[in-house]
């Protein structure tokens, strides 16, 4: 296992641009997140190096490994701990060539254990899993069941569940083998991201 992933926890994954941006992130950081992926879709590059370098900062002050989504190049050049790469977004080998050898690798598997079992094989850090339910932020993704992240268990690597992921469905995503929650909107959505954070951290200190 990564050095950094033995933590396990809220994985909580920003939501910019806002105007609160980098206050809304260092509530969750307060709040307990144990992850932290900077996800943004714009085009607006100066504005991305601005908050990933922000953001790389505001993580190393909280000990909380800081994960760029998709983007290589801005996660070599901001210094991130890492990246998560989807379906489309190259593949482990070239992250891993490009970042070195210390660097985090999470990957997206959906609702494949085929795809996870191969993408552990070539090296990935973590296994990500979901849809588990409606997500706002796709609410066309593909849908997972618990019972494929007892399946993933004997890959031994930690696992990671998204989709509309709530501190209420949570317990039941933790007892089927869930490292880490991935939550966008249950953390940034609400009024006090600090306490939503809380929540989800919860689970893992019972």
Request: charged share 25%; hydrophobic share 50%.
């Amino acid at each position: 296992m990564h050095p950094l992933l033995t933590r396990r926890g809220l994985y909580a994954i920003s939501d910019g641009p806002r105007p609160d941006f980098l206050a809304a992130v260092e509530a969750a950081l307060r709040g307990g997140a144990a992850l932290l992926q900077y996800r943004d879709k714009t085009a607006d590059s100066a504005r991305r190096a601005f908050e990933a370098r922000a953001l790389r900062e505001l993580c190393a002050r909280h000990e909380v490994p800081f994960i760029v989504n998709d983007d290589v190049d801005l996660a070599l050049a901001v210094g991130a701990d890492g990246v998560h790469l989807g379906e489309d977004d190259g593949d482990i080998a070239a992250a891993r060539a490009r970042l070195g050898a210390e660097a985090i690798i999470g990957v997206s598997c959906y609702d494949s254990l085929a795809r996870a079992r191969q993408l552990a094989a070539a090296g990935a850090d973590y296994l990500a899993f979901g849809a588990f339910f409606a997500s706002p932020t796709k609410p066309n993704a593909r849908r997972a069941t618990p019972d494929l992240l007892r399946a993933a268990k004997p890959l031994d690597l930690p696992l990671v569940a998204i989709g509309g992921i709530t501190p209420d469905n949570a317990p039941a995503l933790v007892e089927a083998g869930a490292d880490f929650l991935a939550v966008i909107s249950g953390v940034f959505a609400p009024a006090d991201p600090e306490a939503a954070a809380r929540r989800y951290a919860a689970m893992y200190t019972k």
